[in-house]
């Protein structure tokens, strides 16, 4: 009986330490998947160097604001006319322009930079303008940094999605 009982707690002892190999195994294996899918990213150029994930549509918006707008590399002042979804560009009379103004958007600055993010998605213009309500703690500490251009300030924190590490690097290079 007392040998049944040692080998039972041999079992389990050896039990316990294939769990526990199986777990290490597992995160090792987690960490090399993460490291291996960081690595990608930053070589496709779809991760920055700060770790901050650039999407699709950053990269759609900048290259959109690149070839419409001359700036000898620095940040435009303002992208009013500029219609990402393909159509003609034009001032914000646009039926998104009219349909945001209906819903209370009326900040041309930021009503123009979201139709020029995202062209005639009504819905995403209203999220971005909806998240634009809550930016201006964020733009009165841009304008004590000494980026006092406001309207510059509101188009690059929709531009970044109201991410202020890129609305600064952005007024940084510009």
Known sequence: MAREAAAAQAIAEITDLLAEAEAAKMAAAEATLKEELTEAALKDGNMSDD???ITDTDTDVAEATATTTPTNGKAPLSNTNTNTAGGAAGPSTTPVAEALGA???????????VIAKHGGDLEACARD?????????????????GFANRELNKALMVKNDGNMKRTVRDLVEA
């Open 129 to 145: 303008l909806a998240n634009a309500s809550e930016w201006e703690g964020m733009l009165d500490d841009l304008d004590e940094m």
């Open 103 to 113: 819903m209370g958007f009326l900040d041309g600055t930021l009503v123009d930079a």
């Open 51 to 53: 770790g901050v994930l």
